[in-house]
């Protein structure tokens, strides 16, 4: 079994920037990603990475934005994100998965608690 435990969320006006980490509890050679969930709406998909970080994907909506990134040595996974809109604002979500990078939430075996993010207009 393996937590993750995601951290770095709070409120940042539009614009702003946040990181976001995940650490996980144990070393592992999982792909990771980032999912979000706002009120009312479905887990969406946000960013993933392999294990050894040559495949990365990014969700539509924040590419260009957002940046994925993992280090091994500290069984860390992180989320940097830039530019952030009002629209941004959800529940944020790490997973890990031992297929490779995945954009459906049900590929991942592992889930983090989540972490807020709100981005104010």
């Known amino acids: 079994q393996m937590q993750l435990v995601e951290s770095g969320g709070g409120l940042v006006q539009a614009g702003g920037s946040l990181r976001l980490s995940c650490a996980a509890s144990?070393?592992?050679?999982?792909?990771m990603g980032w999912f979000r969930q706002a009120p009312g709406k479905e887990r969406e998909f946000v960013a993933g990475i392999s294990w050894t970080g040559g495949s990365i994907l990014y969700g539509e909506s924040v590419k260009g934005r957002f940046t994925i990134s993992r280090d091994n040595v500290k069984n860390t996974v992180y989320l940097q994100m830039n530019s952030l809109k009002p629209e941004d604002t959800a529940d944020y979500y790490c997973?890990?998965?031992?297929?490779?990078?995945?954009?459906?939430?049900?590929?991942?075996?592992?889930w983090g608690q989540g972490t807020q993010v709100t981005v104010s207009s």
């Open positions: 144990k070393r592992n050679s999982y792909s």
């Open positions: 997973a890990a998965g031992v297929r490779g990078v995945q954009v459906v939430a049900g590929a991942y075996e592992y």
